[in-house]
């Protein structure tokens, strides 16, 4: 039986009101009434996803494309320093070195990435020239830092003196292992050196006042990862997905789970079936449960969808994943208080 709880909060950003709503069911249900026609909508995960919605909305309130706002929106949390686990100030591997990965994909199907690339910020725009200036899909590590210096991108440092304390401290024990990714503290008692909370990757969908769908994927990865290795996020098909007649997915969490089971492909394609959003996301996760039955109580993932009409749903395995939309009306951040257990 799902377990839904309750918790609604209510704050102030500025103008913006935030709902703070449990479920992605009721996410679903609201976005239908308040918004018939579609687009233009943004959808984000966790809480940094607000700031970076209201960045994509800048640019799709007048009637830009979502390509674009999805780029400038996970633009926001690439470059701010607090954010641990996106861009510049992510933890860094285990070896001390902060790889960023990340994707884009078009409401054409195009679509470009970045694998493990040092030393650029912004590692979304990088992943978009990637699939406008060249042939290929993906760039990795050295090939992909040396096409960003080629075209305009600074060599930067991307350990901050917060990532590398909380490295140092890591260093301590080295013990190898993902901590799960549940980023509300009235779920988590799982924290970080430093005190942070484990919220990943930035996934991010959005459809346009033209009924276009694109979406965008960044992330430093998983924690003190192993040097060279690769998650989800960067993987089209697995972090992130689009498909303009149908829908766009995106995930978070342990990205080899992802990986495995094609996640985000997974999603849309279910989509595709007649499954709303949720039920996509929910049988994606159901899927890895399945597959791994063993690991399910130790990790997080989650799913977050948008169809071509503007529903979205999202689902995790574990309580405390959260959201943020944002359309004409408002702003939501939308937790997703729900266990499988
Ligand atoms: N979902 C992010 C990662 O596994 O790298």
């Given amino acids: 039986m799902i377990n839904r709880r309750k918790f609604i909060y209510h704050s102030i950003v500025g103008a913006t009101t935030l709902h703070f709503v449990d479920t992605a ?32 909305w800048e640019v799709l309130k007048n009637n830009g494309r979502a390509l674009d706002a999805v780029e400038v929106g996970v633009k926001v949390p690439e470059a701010d320093l607090k954010n641990l686990t996106v861009g510049k100030g992510g933890y860094p591997d285990r070896d001390g070195h902060v790889s ?5 994909m078009d409401e054409n199907g195009n679509c470009g990435a970045v694998l493990a690339m040092e030393h650029i910020t912004h590692a979304i725009s990088v992943a978009r020239l990637v699939m406008e200036k060249t042939p290929h899909v993906m760039l990795a590590g ?3 830092l040396q096409f960003a210096l080629e075209n305009g991108f600074q060599k930067e440092n991307l350990l901050t003196e917060e990532s590398g304390k909380a490295w140092q401290e890591w260093l301590k024990d080295a013990e190898y292992k993902p901590i799960m990714n549940i980023e509300n503290q009235h779920f988590s008692p799982n924290k970080l050196p430093g005190n942070q909370y484990n919220h990943d990757t930035i996934g991010m969908l959005a459809l346009d006042a033209n009924g276009n769908l694109s979406g965008a994927c960044t992330t430093s990865g998983m924690a003190f990862k192993m040097r060279g290795r690769v998650g989800d996020s960067p993987i089209i098909g697995a972090g992130l997905y689009i498909d303009n007649e149908i ?5 978070t ?13 997974l999603v849309v394609e279910l989509m595709r079936q007649g499954f709303s959003p949720e039920d996509a996301c929910k049988e994606a996760v159901a899927r890895i449960v399945k597959k791994k039955p063993e690991k399910a109580k130790e990790i997080q993932v989650g799913f977050l969808a948008l169809n071509k009409k503007g529903e979205y749903g999202a689902y995790a395995l574990q309580e405390g994943f959260s959201f943020a939309v944002c359309h004409e009306q408002q702003q939501d951040l939308l937790i997703q208080g729900k266990s499988i257990f």
């Avoid at 960023?100 to 884009?104: F, G, T, V």
């Avoid at 829908?247 to 995930?251: I, Y």
């Avoid at 789970?257 to 996640?263: F, H, L, P």
């Fill in 25 to 56: 069911y009721a996410a679903s249900q609201k976005q239908q009434k308040n918004n018939k026609n579609g687009g233009p909508i943004i959808v984000s995960t966790w809480d940094f996803g607000i700031a970076a919605n209201l960045a994509a």
């Fill in 100 to 104: 960023l990965d990340a994707c884009i």
């Fill in 142 to 144: 050295e090939g992909a």
């Fill in 247 to 251: 829908g766009g997915a995106t995930s």
């Fill in 253 to 265: 969490g342990v990205g080899e789970e992802v990986v495995r089971t094609v996640g985000s492909f």
